[in-house]
């Protein structure tokens, strides 16, 4: 596979779980990578000291991708730092299990500012600036194909970044940027972890036919390819 030397990714929700190993592959493939974070500041300064430490290239950035404005100001700063913008990897994204019939408004705001609104304007940035040639993957899910209870806030907001991605790439491929999405199933994270009980986790591996959680590093192998 060719690397990346001389290409400037952006990478969302980059401070942690499977935006952290994302951020860790690109630049490993020599790219250089600005990553978002909102609160985790620390872990973000610390995965881009790491990539600088091994002769990678990483600027951490705070944005929140709910916000419009932090958007915009996350891809200016992109040009900035990197010197223009050929990957966009929309990974960032928030929620928690909750039944239907007790999500609150805020709830369902939060939710999709950030994983539908985010990725959207996102994707309206990278149309405007991104190089031809570039390549824009976007984080979904594998329970938009495999529905689970008191999951439909998270599930219906990617079931919208599905949607976008199937016309982004008919929009944008005369340009030769192609549009993905990878759908991850349960993979070992922080927000796994916390979003189900000891018990269900328990029960994944035998559901997997590798018999294991994924890893963080399994999602970044796919995503460097494409």
């Given amino acids: 596979m060719p690397g990346l030397d001389g290409k400037a990714a952006v990478v969302t929700g980059g401070s942690r779980g499977i935006g952290r190993a994302i951020v860790r592959r690109l630049a490993a493939e020599g790219a250089t990578v600005v990553l978002s974070f909102v609160q985790q500041e620390a872990a973000a300064v610390a995965v881009a000291e790491e990539v600088r430490t091994t002769g990678g290239r990483a600027h951490p950035v705070r944005a929140d991708m709910g916000v419009l404005d932090d958007v915009r100001r996350l891809f200016a700063e992109a040009e900035r730092l990197a010197g223009g913008l050929d990957i966009l990897v929309n990974n960032a994204a928030t929620g928690r299990p909750s039944p239907i019939?007790?999500?609150t408004e805020e709830e369902f705001d939060r939710t999709f500012a950030v994983n539908a609104k985010g990725v959207f304007f996102a994707l309206q940035e990278a149309a405007r600036r991104m190089r031809d040639g570039g390549r824009i993957i976007n984080i979904s899910t594998a329970n938009t194909v495999l529905p689970a209870p008191n999951n439909a806030l998270y599930q219906g907001s990617k079931g919208a970044v599905e949607q976008f991605t199937r016309v982004a790439s008919r929009e944008l491929g005369r340009r030769g940027i192609t549009v993905n999405t990878v759908s991850p199933?349960?993979?070992?994270?922080?927000?796994?972890?916390?979003s189900n009980p000891p018990e269900v986790l328990e029960r994944v591996p035998s559901m997997?036919?590798?018999g294991r959680l994924g890893r963080p590093e399994d999602i970044a192998n796919v995503v460097?390819?494409?």
């Fill in 101 to 103: 019939a007790e999500v």
């Fill in 185 to 194: 199933a349960a993979t070992d994270t922080d927000l796994l972890r916390r």
């Fill in 208 to 210: 997997v036919p590798l």
């Fill in 224 to 226: 460097a390819f494409l």
